[in-house]
Nanobody, 121 residues
Framework: VQLQASGGGLVQTGNSLTLSCAAS???????MAWFRQASGKEREFVAG????????FYSDSANGWFEMSRDSSKNLMFLRMNNLKPEDTAVYYC????????????????WGQGTLVTVSS
């Protein structure tokens, strides 16, 4: 499966942005997530979706501000980011099919190439 992330760009503090991730194959009944990696830092979990019960879960920094969604009919997943802050600046990655029990660990079978989000102060 190939994942193509898009929608990144330069925004000002407090603004919103929606990232998209297009999959080359079906995402029906598949779990997925968004991660991000700031310059010089490790990749960190942002948001996840568990297909078995439809649960969505978020990192502490994303909770209440970011919203993950998907359109299975079009093999698309989204990350709506509100009230962006400079510390949200990072390359954002979409991921599909976790390989372990923890959805927050960056061990997924498929990854997108990443899209850069830069938040100016």
């Amino acid at each position: 499966v190939q994942l193509q992330a898009s929608g990144g760009g330069l925004v000002q503090t407090g603004n919103s942005l929606t990232l998209s991730c297009a999959a080359s194959r079906t995402i029906f009944r598949r779990s997925m997530a968004w991660f991000r990696q700031a310059s010089g830092k490790e990749r960190e979990f942002v948001a996840g979706f568990r297909w078995t019960d439809g649960s969505r879960f978020y990192s502490d920094s994303a909770n209440g501000w970011f919203e993950m969604s998907r359109d299975s009919s079009k093999n698309l997943m989204f990350l709506r980011m509100n009230n962006l802050k400079p510390e949200d600046t990072a390359v954002y990655y979409c991921a599909l099919d976790p390989m372990g029990d923890s959805y927050a660990v960056p061990q997924y079978r498929f990854w997108g190439q990443g899209t850069l989000v830069t938040v100016s102060s």
